[in-house]
């Protein structure tokens, strides 16, 4: 895979840290909303049957709320939002399925165990992104350093 | 009312996403490559946008959880589960890897499909596969 193209990208610690001042504050107003922790895996799993409760229709205008992002950020200030998607297809349908499968396995992501869990002091959320974090590093280390 | 207010909360969020700069996978794969420290290729960025997170939720979420009840329902529904047990360790070791492949976690992957490219699909049509295959297994485990 030594072909895989791999794009440089800037340091951008003040758009970083206010982008993730935005992020906190939208899981402050989901809990301050519904009582809810701002799990994206969580939320959008249960978009899938079987249906525990009457939810469905809040969780999915919240999914639908972040698709809508880039699109209402275009339409009020011109600039696309840039992504660089380096995988293809294949690698793309594969991490598909781990995420996916992964993240209900273990009951969040990066923004219910790695955003929410940490602020809450869970020590489950705390483990749980220690390891995502670890076979991250060594999945990219892997496919960038060793095939 | 509350489903409008969940869509305004997740506008917030796929914006705040955008902002980090977390939409893109390069960032997201480029803060994962340690190996590219000494090169000067690693992006530390991800880690700021955790830091801004967890400072805002960690002071807000104390905040909002000295109300009796959240405004659209009438108690906090929080995470009951304390223990560390096989699953808190199989789930995100098998997500790690997945997002480590695309550089894609379920929440940039959602603002990808909205930029309308298209290249995100596959990613989040076999996400929602994967989350589908688990919760069966759990489900069929529970029912067993």
Redesign the interface.
């Known amino acids: 895979m030594g072909a895989l193209e791999i794009v440089r990208t800037a340091f951008t610690p003040l758009a970083a840290l206010l982008g993730g001042a935005v992020i906190g504050a939208a899981a402050v107003l989901l809990l301050l909303a519904t009582g809810r922790i701002a799990g994206i895996s969580g939320i959008a799993a249960r978009l899938l049957p079987p249906y525990e409760d009457d939810g469905w229709a809040g969780r999915a205008a919240f999914v639908a709320g972040i698709v809508a992002a880039p699109l209402v950020l275009s339409a009020t200030t011109g600039a696309a939002p840039v992504m660089h998607i380096a995988a293809g297809p294949v690698v793309l349908v594969v991490a598909g399925l781990l995420v996916g499968f992964g993240t209900v396995w273990g009951n969040g992501c990066t923004s219910g165990h790695g955003v929410c869990g940490l602020s809450r002091l869970s020590l489950r959320s705390l483990v749980a992104t220690l390891v995502f974090m670890a076979t991250a590093f060594a999945t990219v280390f892997v496919v960038r350093h060793v095939l | 009312m509350?489903?409008?207010?969940?869509?305004?909360?997740?506008?917030?969020?796929?914006?705040?996403?955008?902002?980090?700069?977390?939409?893109?996978?390069?960032?997201v794969?480029?803060f994962?490559?340690?190996?590219?420290m000494s090169s000067g290729?690693w992006?530390?960025?991800?880690?700021?946008?955790?830091?801004?997170?967890?400072?805002?939720?960690?002071l807000?979420?104390r905040?909002?959880?000295r109300?009796p009840?959240?405004?659209?329902?009438s108690?906090?529904?929080?995470?009951g589960?304390?223990?560390?047990d096989r699953?808190?360790?199989?789930?995100?070791?098998?997500?790690?890897?997945?997002?480590?492949?695309?550089?894609?976690?379920?929440?940039p992957?959602?603002?990808?499909?909205?930029?309308?490219?298209g290249?995100?699909l596959?990613?989040?049509?076999?996400?929602?596969?994967?989350?589908?295959?688990?919760?069966f297994v759990?489900?069929r485990s529970r029912a067993r």
Request: with cysteine.
């Open positions: 509350s489903i409008v207010a969940q869509f305004l909360v997740g506008l917030l969020l796929g914006v705040g996403l955008v902002v980090a700069g977390m939409s893109d996978p390069a960032k794969l480029n994962l490559d340690i190996g590219a290729g992006d530390p960025s991800l880690a700021f946008v955790m830091a801004g997170a967890i400072a805002v939720a960690f807000g979420f905040v909002v959880l109300r009840r959240p405004l659209f329902d108690v906090f529904h929080l995470p589960a304390t223990g560390i699953r808190i360790l199989v789930g995100p070791a098998i997500f790690g890897i997945g997002w480590g492949l695309a550089g894609f976690c379920p929440g992957a959602l603002v990808a499909l909205g930029t309308g490219s290249a995100a596959p990613f989040v049509v076999a996400m929602f596969a994967g989350m589908a295959a688990a919760r759990l489900l």
